[in-house]
């Protein structure tokens, strides 16, 4: 069955750097892409990104450009998230979800989320 | 960017009744090459992932009741309960995929037992 099996919990101090990791399987990695959302305490969904595990594009929320990055490694089905120079507000849930391989696409499959705390 | 409105922020309704939960784009989503709108919708129970009831905005998921049902074109969209449970207390989102990204999401809509 497809699964999205995300690392767990963080805790970060303000400036500090984390890297998320979303391990896939059931399907054919290569075959799609890797949305990436976040939900800070009691808020809605956040869209942050996406990269395609198809051909590598990806496209990011401009209010975290320069901040995020968004890879894959193939050959062990892996998707991973950086953040960088974090703070306070980056405290969320990070969700992994399945998306489409080049274009924008629905998730119908979605990681457990991992808890980013960000405090000094 | 395409926002994404949701009306109304919470609603109450009684067991057995019908939720209707609204969505509007700043913005068409329809594509007019295979006139599908590219909107989907989602539960979210607390402590859980999304899970995905309704994409191209009308198509239910696997497994997803036939109760939920979503209906809308171009810019407003609609989410219907037509006789809620008790298992149905959640928040819900409605989330555009069209064309280029952000692919963005409603701000959510609770929905609580009356």
């Known amino acids: 069955q497809v699964q999205l099996v995300q690392s767990g919990a963080e805790v970060k101090k303000p400036g500090a750097s984390v890297k998320v990791s979303c391990k896939a399987s059931?399907?054919?990695?290569?075959?799609?892409?890797v949305t990436w959302v976040r939900q800070a305490p009691g808020q809605g969904l956040e869209w942050m990104g996406w990269?395609?595990?198809?051909?590598?594009?990806?496209n990011y929320a401009q209010k975290l450009q320069g901040r995020v990055t968004m890879t894959t490694d193939t050959s062990t089905s892996t998707a991973y998230l950086e953040l960088r120079s974090l703070r306070s507000d980056d405290t969320a849930v990070y969700y992994c979800?399945?998306?489409?391989?080049?274009?924008?696409?629905?998730?119908?499959?979605w990681g457990q989320g991992t808890l980013v705390t960000v405090s000094s | 960017d395409i926002v994404m409105t949701q009306s109304p922020d919470s609603l109450a309704v009684s067991l057995g009744e019908r939720a209707t939960i609204y969505c509007k784009s700043s913005?068409?989503?329809?594509?007019?090459?295979?006139?599908?709108?590219?909107l989907a919708w989602y539960q979210q129970k607390p402590g859980q992932p999304p899970k995905l009831l309704i994409y191209?905005?009308?198509t239910r998921d696997s497994g997803v009741p036939d109760r939920f049902s979503g209906s809308g074109s171009g810019t407003d969209f609609t989410l219907t309960i037509s006789s809620l449970q008790a298992e149905d207390v959640a928040v819900y989102y409605c989330?555009?995929?069209?064309?280029?990204?952000?692919?963005?999401f409603g701000q959510g809509t609770k929905v609580e037992i009356k």
């Open positions: 979800a399945r998306g489409g391989p080049t274009s924008g696409s629905y998730s119908p499959y």
């Open positions: 059931g399907f054919s990695f290569t075959s799609y892409g």
């Open positions: 990269i395609s595990a198809y051909n590598g594009n990806t």
């Open positions: 913005q068409t989503v329809l594509y007019s090459s295979n006139n599908k709108n590219s």
């Open positions: 191209w905005a009308s």
């Open positions: 989330q555009q995929y069209y064309s280029t990204p952000p692919w963005t």
